[in-house]
């Protein structure tokens, strides 16, 4: 078949079929797979001239996809501690931008230009609060 056929996240297997291997397997399916090995142990006399398809390719593939979901999992612990912390640094970093406007509040004032300049707004820049007048009922 030809590959033009086919987008970049599809390809043709060995039968034609197309699939998208940028999505991974259900767990069904995985267990389904599993099952069919398992039951592949126990007929006698199995042979074929499909290379991935003896029983060595077979066993072969099983494995390596248990090695590389060990890994995966390995990394995806490494993932989350990294994200843990790279969290945390982000609140201890706000943290401490926050500690800090207050003391430049406190030490140059409210409405000093230093306040402005690590982001406060002046005091005398905020609008006066006016009074609402009530519509008179009829």
């Given at each position: 078949?030809?590959?033009?056929?086919?987008?970049?996240?599809?390809r043709?297997?060995?039968?034609?079929?197309?699939?998208?291997?940028?999505?991974?397997?259900?767990?069904?399916?995985?267990?389904?797979?599993?099952?069919?090995?398992?039951?592949?142990?126990?007929?006698?006399g199995?042979?074929?001239?499909?290379?991935?398809?003896?029983?060595?390719?077979?066993?072969?593939?099983?494995?390596?996809?248990?090695?590389?979901?060990?890994?995966?999992?390995?990394?995806?612990?490494?993932?989350?501690?990294?994200?843990?912390?790279?969290?945390?640094?982000?609140?201890?970093?706000?943290?401490?931008?926050?500690?800090?406007?207050?003391?430049?509040?406190?030490?140059?004032?409210?409405?000093?230009?230093?306040?402005?300049?690590?982001?406060?707004?002046?005091?005398?820049?905020?609008?006066?609060?006016?009074?609402?007048?009530?519509?008179?009922?009829?």
């Open positions: 078949m030809p590959s033009s056929l086919f987008s970049s996240k599809q043709p297997n060995k039968s034609g079929y197309s699939y998208n291997t940028n999505r991974p397997l259900s767990p069904p399916i995985l267990n389904q797979d599993t099952d069919s090995l398992n039951g592949l142990n126990t007929i006698q199995y042979s074929t001239q499909r290379q991935e398809a003896t029983p060595e390719a077979v066993h072969q593939a099983y494995q390596t996809m248990l090695t590389k979901q060990q890994a995966e999992t390995e990394k995806l612990a490494l993932y989350r501690a990294a994200s843990d912390a790279a969290r945390l640094a982000e609140w201890e970093f706000h943290n401490a931008v926050l500690a800090m406007k207050e003391v430049v509040r406190g030490q140059f004032g409210a409405d000093s230009n230093e306040a402005q300049s690590v982001g406060l707004k002046k005091k005398s820049d905020r609008k006066r609060p006016t009074r609402q007048k009530v519509a008179a009922a009829s």
